[in-house]
């Protein structure tokens, strides 16, 4: 079937695609993953997805990194 407007606007990308457009290395995201400061990505079969929630995050733990916070002050 043809994917609707909404659904073709969820972007998904694989730990290696996030960390491309993100430049965070990908064993930077599952250290903060494994941390509880970057939610788990959604599985089908097997590989992990990640959208733009996980960007934002990403983004946020940059600039809290920058502020001086730990990745323990930033997961609570």
Avoid: C, N, W
Wanted: charged letters at 30%.
């Amino acid at each position: 079937g043809e994917a609707t407007a909404d659904e073709s606007a969820v972007v998904e990308y694989t730990i290696d695609e996030l960390a491309a457009h993100t430049r965070v290395p990908s064993r930077t995201i599952r250290f903060y993953q494994a941390k509880g400061a970057l939610p788990r990505p959604t599985v089908r079969g097997r590989t992990a997805y990640y959208g733009a929630a996980h960007i934002e995050r990403l983004k946020l733990i940059a600039d809290l990194q920058d502020r001086g916070l730990t990745i323990r002050a930033i997961r609570d």
